[in-house]
């Protein structure tokens, strides 16, 4: 399974490659990797106490945010080292001021995966809901490093549940803690053994709290919305958004109703 996996990973990127010159979001990719190790090594010494967080996403990042806030606030002797995979999360957090380094993860190759892992030596690593590298995890457990996952969330259809699974819920093993969502994520993973499950909610939450404590003023949405109630769905997706359309529908009078898209 490992060599499946790792030829995956090699067709996945060959993939990109060939496309990067057609599509700009996998051009991005492309040249956003190129020269990786020469820049940590310019923006990182490597005696610093360092944490390493990894987020997939823009979606993710917000999800890690205040987690990466509440070190900084708490342990200011540790420099944040912080990775995306996605060009739609680094590009727009690129200079997100509480990391010392925002650089994309190399592709999960097990050469990467070592060169990363002993440029960047970091004391513990989070990633971010859904992210299962295998050859990055198993480095980290071989060089004894702690990693812990954070808004786990987990379906009964994934793979880590199948009969073909083992490969992948060999990968959870590794993890120190993994911090899940909701229940339904709880027992599924309680269910097939896995004892370092905590069920501790969704740090979107915290995120929202804290936004709502800085919130502005905007003149353009409190002119279109005048007297009324207004309903503001940020970065909505299709489903969501077929559900909202049901509500307008039903009930059209008494609402203003914004939705921002951020892909």
């Not at 990466?68 to 060009?87: G, N, V």
């Not at 409190?222 to 039903?250: H, M, P, V």
Request: overall charge positive; charged content about 25%.
């Amino acid at each position: 399974m490992k060599i499946l996996y790792n030829t995956g990973i090699f067709i996945y990127t060959a993939l990109i490659h060939l496309v990067a010159p057609f599509n700009s979001k996998a051009s991005l990719w492309v040249k956003g990797r190129k020269g990786w190790q020469a820049r940590l090594a310019d923006k990182i010494n490597r005696d610093d106490r360092k944490i390493w967080i990894h987020c997939s996403s823009l979606g993710e990042f917000e999800q890690g945010r205040p987690i990466i806030e509440e070190i900084r606030k708490e342990h200011p002797e540790f420099k944040i080292i912080l990775t995306f995979f996605s060009p739609s999360g680094f590009e727009i957090r690129k200079n997100y001021s509480e990391a010392e380094c925002v650089e994309y993860l190399p592709a999960d190759f097990p050469g990467n995966a070592r060169k990363f892992i002993r440029l960047v030596k970091p004391e513990f690593v989070i990633f971010v809901k859904y992210e299962f590298w295998n050859n990055y995890i198993s480095e980290l457990y071989k060089n004894e490093i702690p990693l812990y996952l954070v808004s786990g969330i987990f379906r009964p259809g994934q793979h880590f549940f199948s009969w073909y699974g083992s490969f992948f819920r060999r990968i959870l093993g590794r993890f120190e803690k993994i911090f899940v969502q909701d229940q339904q994520s709880f027992d599924l993973l309680r269910g097939i053994g896995l004892e370092n499950t905590i069920l501790a909610g969704d740090t979107r939450f915290d995120r929202v709290l804290r936004i709502t404590g800085t919130a502005r003023d905007i003149p353009q949405v409190e002119q279109f919305r005048g007297g009324e109630r207004l309903f503001l769905a940020g970065s909505s997706w299709k489903k969501d958004e077929e559900i909202i359309t049901q509500y307008i529908n039903r009930y059209p009078a008494g609402m203003k109703w914004v939705l921002l898209r951020m892909r």
